[in-house]
């Protein structure tokens, strides 16, 4: 059935249909319309689930953490100063081999105070430990909750479903729901192979010596390293039952390009109809949009840029003292390939500014010949900031 | 650190981080530096009556069913508890903590409806001591004093001129004291603690070779005698509530201003002078034959008085509300009715097992003891972190400085 959603409410439809039991936020612009959504289903009696409207992101995650090791399908959304104020608890839904799913709603951390689109709030997170996947549009968002779970479920690992700020979160799309009996078959209900359990009592996130520590985070760092494999697999699946595809990455006209523009989330739109742009001007243009970061989708980043001697890369975020952040990620996957491909880094659009085609063409043209208005510091190039 | 014991590969380990091993070996106590104490606390009811009665702990004996322990403690605090029961002008209802909820607790007529089942009751007795004591008069405080007396091993006799006992008591008019409970109560009494009483004997101490002359310590009831009777050559006056010890062979306990003349509504007044008499007698006894004593009362050692801001309301419902009328209903009390009266005591400092402390220990550290009458702390495991104290609705657990 299609619907004319926004962002955030295809969201709360997803969790709806992915039968969630419990669902424990505390709200935050823009993510409050996803729980605002999620409690008045429940509150309608459409969902089964158990709402916790907790005291903060911490607490939110911790029960999360604490329902899933319970048994329970397990949910919560963030955004921005909540997200990184739950930071110890992501390391440890990780950690504990929970498959709690969550959706981050990317926005700029502050000071200074901004509710608009932002990377660096989720891109901070990449180091604990969860899958993170990275919408274009509505209905990625909703498609790619209920994928997360039956991956998150096979891994026993968390999944991050990270969305833009307004540009997603707060647009309306049609959007197709699916069917619920679909749904079920394809998203069956959470079988744990081990949960608490009065009556088969284990102590969880116990104590550990150096001897299986080692040996305990190998075993993760494989099985993390596996969600790429296991999202591509879950996703042809999804698209066998709903027939909509949402693969790690999603290549356009790279076959032919000498030069690849690189990016995620919303602004990936735009990058493709910069390509067609570009490439009535004749330059040999394609454009990649990254939907996993972690891990990293090596596989299929390494077949669409397998031609390409050039990668232009838009940052929405940025590690201070360092550069983009995805950048930094596509230096290090570059680096193994001992191959001479030329990066080129920008940051554009953080805090609100939009991704246009008129951002993308100039700072594509001056990756290329090296004249633009982009302001240079370190390895990277800044769009609109002053002169 | 732990041997990787029955884990040998990648596949042997669990995907969860987890173990049915015990983590008992972490003991964790030595982070502590407050310690919780589970330790029962005078109730402001108890702190307020007269004779001290531990109003709580036979409440909940009642609430539990056990009527007859019940008994057994009132009796062991309070020999006159059908007196007490009607006359008393209960101060221990004045203090009620359950007021802040909706209205105190009757307590006096749950006192009446226990003293008046009459079931028949065991009071601990000490081993015979061989000794005589007189009690001249068979007031409220002559009886109490003789009980406690009786009851740890001493002979007594209670003495009264007249030819019923109960001294000053016999004065009231029948409305106010009725004759026969009077008289039950006594026997009762006289039983319990193995006292001989004899009414309408004449009483002179300038004429030895009888009862007086044979006893080894003489007690002049000041509720059982009339002032008129002289005191004898030797008699030395001792304030229950203020002298240590009582120096003589003959003690006539002197009573403060408030208590002369006798007022009937102060009769646990002079049951608590009775059994302070009775203290002094024992150890004047004991000190002469060179035997030890009841050791003086440690003040260290006496239970302390909850404080009533640890109670915690919130975690109490307020009862169905019973008409005032029926609240204020003179007469005796049925048991339902008495029951639901216990029912709802606050057991302000005194723990009725509720086991708050116990699901809400974040570690297992303070739990149940083996009999299940108890609960207590596992000193080698709990961290201190204080939530038993704070959960404790009833100010039973505390956290301290326990050093060592």
């Known amino acids: ?387 | 650190m732990q041997s990787r014991k029955g884990i040998e590969s990648l596949s042997e380990l669990p995907i969860m981080p987890s173990t049915i091993g015990t983590m008992a070996w972490n003991q964790t106590g030595d982070w502590r530096y407050l310690t919780p104490v589970v330790a029962n606390k005078l109730a402001p009811c108890s702190q307020n009556c007269p004779a001290g009665i531990p109003i709580p702990i036979y409440l909940n004996a009642l609430k539990n069913g056990r009527i007859q322990s019940g008994l057994d403690l009132l009796l062991a605090h309070n020999p006159l508890p059908r007196l007490t029961g009607r006359l008393c002008y209960h101060p221990c209802q004045a203090r009620c903590v359950r007021r802040k909820i909706d209205r105190t607790i009757s307590i006096q007529k749950i006192e009446r409806f226990l003293a008046d089942l009459g079931t028949d009751v065991t009071i601990e007795k000490g081993k015979k001591t061989g000794k005589q004591v007189a009690v001249i008069g068979s007031g409220p405080l002559g009886l109490s004093c003789a009980f406690y007396l009786g009851c740890w091993g001493h002979q007594v006799v209670v003495l009264d001129p007249r030819n019923q006992a109960g001294g000053a008591l016999v004065d009231r008019s029948p409305e106010k004291v009725d004759s026969q409970v009077l008289a039950d109560e006594i026997s009762r009494l006289i039983r319990l603690a193995d006292i001989k009483l004899e009414t309408g004997v004449v009483v002179d101490f300038d004429a030895p070779g009888n009862v007086v002359s044979k006893a080894d310590l003489i007690i002049l009831d000041p509720t059982g005698v009339s002032e008129d009777l002289r005191a004898p050559v030797g008699a030395v006056g001792v304030n229950p509530f203020d002298d240590e010890a009582a120096n003589s062979d003959i003690i006539a306990p002197r009573l403060s201003q408030n208590l002369k003349p006798f007022k009937a509504p102060m009769i646990a007044h002079y049951i608590a002078a009775g059994r302070l008499t009775a203290q002094k007698a024992f150890n004047r006894l004991a000190m002469c034959s060179g035997q030890q004593g009841l050791a003086p009362p440690n003040p260290d050692l006496l239970p302390q008085t909850v404080n009533t801001d640890d109670i915690k309301i919130e975690h109490f419902s307020s009862s169905a509300p019973v008409a005032e009328a029926e609240a204020q209903q003179e007469g005796a009390w049925n048991h339902e009715r008495a029951l639901h009266e216990a029912e709802r005591c606050l057991s302000c400092g005194t723990c009725d097992l509720c086991l708050q402390c116990v699901s809400f220990c974040p570690d297992a550290s303070i739990k149940l003891d083996e009999d299940k009458t108890a609960v207590i702390v596992d000193e080698y495991h709990c961290k201190g972190c204080g939530i038993c104290a704070y959960e404790c609705p009833r100010g039973v657990v505390t956290m301290e400085t326990i050093s060592g």
């Open chain 1, 1 to 387: 059935m299609k619907k004319v959603v926004m962002g955030t409410e295809a969201a709360a439809l997803a969790v709806k249909l992915a039968r969630v039991q419990v669902i424990s936020a505390y709200p935050i612009t823009p993510q409050t319309v996803i729980v605002e959504n999620l409690s008045d289903i429940i509150g309608r009696g459409e969902l089964n689930a158990k709402y916790m409207p907790v005291e903060s992101e911490h607490s939110a995650m911790a029960s999360c953490i604490g329902a899933s090791l319970a048994g329970a399908r397990a949910f919560t959304a963030s955004s921005s100063q909540g997200l990184v104020y739950m930071h110890e608890m992501l390391h440890y839904a990780a950690g504990a081999r929970v498959p709690v799913v969550m959706v981050n709603c990317n926005r700029a951390l502050a000071p200074p105070w901004n509710l608009y689109c932002d990377h660096t709030d989720s891109l901070a997170q990449r180091d604990t430990g969860w899958g993170q996947y990275y919408c274009a549009d509505a209905q990625d968002v909703l498609d790619a909750i209920l994928i997360a779970y039956n991956v998150a479920e096979q891994a026993l690992l968390p999944v991050m479903i990270n969305m833009d700020a307004f540009y997603l979160t707060h647009t309306s799309e049609p959007v197709d729901v699916p069917d619920q009996k679909a749904v079920d078959i394809f998203l069956p209900s959470y079988q744990p192979s081990s949960k608490l359990d009065v009556d088969d009592p284990k102590t969880f996130g116990n104590v550990c010596g150096a001897d299986l520590f080692t040996s305990i985070k190998y075993k993760r760092h494989c099985d993390t390293l596996s969600l790429e494999k296991l999202w591509d697999r879950a996703a042809v699946r999804f698209c066998g039952y709903f027939s909509r595809l949402h693969p790690t990455v999603e290549a356009y006209q790279t076959e032919d390009a000498d030069v690849c523009i690189i990016g995620i989330g919303t602004a990936t739109g735009a990058m493709r109809l910069a390509v067609d742009r570009l490439r009535e001007e004749g330059l040999k243009v394609g454009s990649l949009r990254l939907a996993m970061i972690r891990p990293f989708p090596r596989g299929g980043f390494e077949k669409a840029t397998a031609n390409v001697g050039h990668v232009i890369v838009i940052d929405r975020d940025v590690s201070f003292g360092a550069e983009g952040i995805v950048a930094q990620e596509l230096k290090a996957i570059l680096f193994d390939r001992h191959e001479d491909v030329r990066l080129t880094g920008f940051v554009a659009g953080v805090g609100g500014n939009d991704i246009s085609v008129e951002t993308i063409v100039p700072l594509v043209r001056q990756a290329i010949f090296g004249d633009g208005t982009a302001a240079e510091a370190g390895s990277t190039l800044w769009a609109e900031v002053l002169p």
